[in-house]
């Protein structure tokens, strides 16, 4: 078994240089990442937060600030990372869209009750039970289940691209390689991996739509209605080249390969 070989400065270094080969590689994702931060930046600018009504707009900034981590952390060639912070950024929305619904849960959510511990579980047995119940979380449940299962525990799963077995020159016998980078094998695979990122965070957003109307004081609402629907647009043509992505990957040539979806 060898490690990677790596000290701390290479591997800041190597942060680095991934950061830089992202920006050049992902340079139509990134428009749309700023086009996503745009909205909720402009948003966030003009939010006027009531007293006693701080929990929504709190997590509506913390869910912005996990953008900007999940992004970097992808970038940089961290994928479990990642979807670490994606998760944590859909548990504070689903927090936050059990407040939207009911405000009289903001109080008990301050007190750190109990029902916002398992707010997951909940959503999704009422999701279970009756499928009109909180219609937005549908793809969000969904993305959740992927993080947890590639970016937020020591599972088996965790180590896609991060594995190696390499041949040795003795009989019956190979090398063990921990990748301390998570790379795409190719321009596609990291495309697919940004724009499912992009599609989790604009379903975050989509979430704190009726907060956002509320309290941005000022908002131009029309022209921010019409960039959400523009960004729905463009990231809806690139769900089609990842799905097809994700299909040739999970096709029968390449059975072996568990790619997250």
Partial sequence: MTPEKVDFLKFLGGEEQNLLTSFTNLRREFDLLSHLDGLWQGAADLIDVPEKEQAVPALFLYVHFHLYVSAAALMRGHLSEALASTRKAIDATFAAYEMILDPKQIELYEKRDGHFQFIKTHIAKARKADANRYPLAKALLEQHEVCSQFGSHADVSS????????????????????????????????????????????????????????????????????????????LGKEVAAAEAYFAKMQGPNNPEEEVPA
């Fill in 159 to 234: 180590f896609v691209h991060r594995i190696e077995m390499k041949p040795t020159d003795k009989p019956n016998k190979s090398q063990l390689f921990f990748h301390y980078f998570q790379i795409p094998r190719d321009a596609d695979q990291y495309h697919y991996y940004f724009v499912e990122l992009l599609i989790a965070y604009y379903h975050m957003l989509q979430v704190f739509r009726p907060m956002v109307v509320k309290l941005a004081v000022g908002l131009d609402e029309k022209s921010w209605e019409q960039g959400i629907a523009a960004l729905e647009k463009a």
